[in-house]
Structures are given as structure tokens and as C-alpha cells.
């Protein structure tokens, strides 16, 4: 035997021994991979959402591109409350057909990829975003000599809405609406910019987003970074307003 072949021997079994290493790290990287994507996928189904917004219909609160992280849980095991900015589909007719860009078929797997796993929302064009301003059952009239809204016979104070020069209202028109059970009215905070119940009420639906549209709650503003913060429900605003069936007696 020469003296080579011992060296040989261990050179092999060192090449192999790299070679095992290098695809067992890379079965470990696809099984890291595989269930990142089946959480993702769990959380995006289930709990939360990524969705962009693509109108100034809620500023100053969501100003147009911010992306928000939406909580799925609303209102099916949370319910919504009035101040809550949702998240809901096309009640009918509410948007305009939006013709989608052909980007390719490479640009159009990596969207599909980031939606699947909640970084993206490519559906956001079919779904709309505004402010609980009525809950079923409620007496929502527009407006108090204060110009503000009055829901179940209590002024709102609403920090947050857009009121343009020259204007007082909290609403571009007056209005005076009972929300029927298992609907919602629902209204944007740059109101005299926004397509909301407002806009819809001569409409056979009378401006009212059933319940079962509502996808979920927005938590916070994800992206860019400089604006992350909480989407505020304004919780004490809506504090002295009572329910539907207290305000009747």
C-alpha cells in the first residue's frame, strides 16, 4: 500500500463528510422555510392581513400607500365597536371597475408569493376602508347646530375628521338614518372626499354595509416606516353614546 492512499482515504471521507454537512443545513433552511410560509399563511387566513390604502377618502388618519395590518378577528370573534376604522368588500357598486396592469408573469408569482404569506394584499382594489360611525340599531343624524354628528340623541366630538375651509359640518349633507340590524354606517374621515354610507344613501341599500362584508379591524400602520404607529378607535369619543335599545327608553 502506498503512502498516498491513507491521505486519499481522508481527503474522501473529509469531502464527504463537507458535502452531508452543506445539504443537511440546506434541508434545514427548506424546513425553516416551509413552516415560516405555513405560519404566515396561518396568521394571513386567520388573524391578521396586510392591506394598502389606495384613496385620501381617510385622511388624515391613512394618508394614500400606507400599508396597515389588518385584525381578522373582527367582527366574527371581536366585535366592532363605533370608532373602529374596518376594513370591508364591495358592498355593490360602491367601486369602479379597476383594470389590473399586466406586469409579467414573474412580477405577478412574486405578488402572489407576498400575498399568500400577508406581505402584500392584491386584493386591497376590491375592498374599502372607513370609520363604525353607526352600529345596529342606531339613530345616526347629521347635524347638531354645533355641526357635529348626533348618534342615539349625543354629540360626537371627532378629532380626526377633515373639515375643509369654510365648512363646519362633520358631513357634506344633512342626514337621518336608523342602521338595521346586521348592518353597519359607515363613514370616512375626509368625508367630503369620501364615497361612503353618505354617498350611497338614496341607494336601495340606503347607504348600510352588512355586517358579514366587515374583513376585520385595522390595528396599525405597517409602512413606510416613519409613519408606523396605532390606528386610533378614539374609544373617548364615542364613550357617552348609548346603546341603540338605552337611548329608546
Known amino acids: 500500500m502506498s503512502e498516498t492512499e491513507p491521505l486519499r482515504s481522508r481527503h474522501a471521507a473529509k469531502h464527504g463528510r463537507r458535502r452531508t454537512g452543506l445539504l443537511g443545513f440546506l434541508r434545514d433552511l427548506a424546513i425553516i422555510l416551509v413552516v415560516a410560509l405555513l405560519v404566515s399563511f396561518l396568521l394571513k387566513t386567520f388573524l391578521i392581513r396586510s392591506f394598502y390604502i389606495p384613496s385620501s377618502s381617510m385622511e388624515d388618519t391613512l394618508l394614500v400607500d400606507d400599508r396597515i395590518i389588518v385584525n381578522q378577528l373582527v367582527p366574527d370573534v371581536m366585535p366592532a365597536a363605533r370608532g373602529d376604522v374596518v376594513v370591508f368588500r364591495d358592498p355593490g357598486g360602491w367601486l369602479a371597475p379597476t383594470p389590473k396592469p399586466e406586469r409579467g408573469w414573474f412580477a405577478d408569482a412574486v405578488e402572489w408569493v407576498l400575498t ?78 369620501s364615497r361612503d354610507s353618505l354617498a350611497h344613501v338614496d341607494e336601495p341599500s340606503g347607504g348600510f354595509v352588512p355586517l358579514d362584508h366587515v374583513v376585520g379591524k385595522a390595528l396599525v400602520i405597517s409602512w413606510p416606516i416613519e409613519r408606523w404607529r396605532v390606528v386610533d378607535s378614539h374609544e373617548t369619543s364615542w364613550a357617552g353614546v348609548p346603546d341603540a335599545t338605552a337611548a329608546e327608553r
Open 116 to 193: 399568500i404569506v400577508g406581505l402584500a394584499a392584491g386584493d386591497s382594489d376590491e375592498h374599502l376602508i372607513k370609520r363604525v360611525i353607526g352600529m345596529p340599531g342606531d339613530h345616526v343624524v347629521c347635524c347638531s347646530p354645533s355641526g357635529t354628528l348626533v348618534v342615539n340623541g349625543v354629540e360626537v366630538q371627532e378629532p380626526y375628521v377633515v373639515i375643509p375651509e369654510g365648512q363646519m359640518n362633520a358631513a357634506p349633507a344633512a342626514f337621518d338614518v336608523t342602521v338595521p340590524e346586521g348592518a353597519l354606517w359607515l363613514m370616512g374621515d375626509n368625508r367630503y372626499n
